[in-house]
């Protein structure tokens, strides 16, 4: 079965300091991969997704960036942390599943909690 | 622009009420809706729709599509305390951009 993997779980961080954040996904190949951002009670926002290894889509400007080194790995970066940048950060996949009338469907997994002070 | 209205924002119910969450959508290339719960944690799925007219149930949970009025509904029945959660939708264009809406924060009281 897929699992997706994300550290760490809580995050605490100065202004103006760099920050990388991990996903990874077992049990599928060549997943799209998603990054969002929630922040207190508010939706989800789209940041960035990928549909292959060093494909990536920017939804909306920002300081932050990504890069996904391997099929199953996503980073989220930022080289200088902004007081806005604060908020859950979400990993998601999504695989096509043809045959019977599957389709499409995304999974997240476990989030970080960032605050940055 | 993809767009995703969810209604109401919130609604506080008692246990053993009917509850009924709207999500109304503007998308390009539709290909399908989701339904998600989310508690104090990342969102856990609930359905995906991709037809019209195609009920899908999950206990006391159901949801249909009616992609000609670009809408779907979420019924609760029953409603007990652990249904209390922020209910997500969420639709997918055929590139596998999901756009989601701001959510449905539900409280139900003992």
């Known amino acids: 079965s897929q699992t997706i993997h994300q550290w760490p779980a809580t995050l605490v961080q100065p202004v103006g300091s760099p920050l990388s954040l991990e996903c990874t996904v077992e049990?599928?190949?060549?997943?799209?991969l998603y990054w969002y951002r929630q922040a207190a009670g508010r939706g989800l926002q789209l940041l960035f997704y990928?549909?292959?290894?060093g494909q990536i889509s920017s939804e909306v400007p920002q300081n932050l960036s990504a890069s996904r080194p391997q099929d199953r790995q996503f980073i989220l970066s930022s080289k200088k942390l902004l007081l806005s940048d604060s908020g859950f950060y979400l990993c998601?996949?999504?695989?096509?599943?043809w045959g019977r009338g599957r389709k499409d469907t995304q999974y997240f997994g476990p989030g970080t909690r960032l605050t940055v002070l | 622009e993809d767009k995703v209205v969810q209604s109401p924002l919130s609604l506080v119910v008692h246990e053993g009420d009917t509850v009924t969450l709207n999500c109304s959508y503007e998308?390009?290339?539709?290909?399908?809706l989701l339904w998600y719960k989310q508690e104090k944690k990342a969102p856990t799925f609930l359905f995906m729709l991709?037809?019209?007219?195609i009920e899908k149930k999950s206990g006391r949970l159901s949801s249909i599509l009616d992609k000609k009025e670009l809408f779907s509904i979420l019924n609760i029945t029953a409603t007990q305390t652990g249904d209390s959660a922020v209910y997500l939708c969420a639709v997918e264009n055929s590139w596998g951009k999901f756009q989601f809406g701001a959510g449905t924060q539900v409280v139900v009281t003992p």
């Open positions: 998601a996949w999504s695989v096509r599943l």
């Open positions: 998308v390009t290339n539709f290909r399908s």
């Open positions: 990928s549909v292959g290894i």
């Open positions: 991709t037809s019209s007219g």
């Open positions: 049990g599928t190949s060549n997943p799209n």
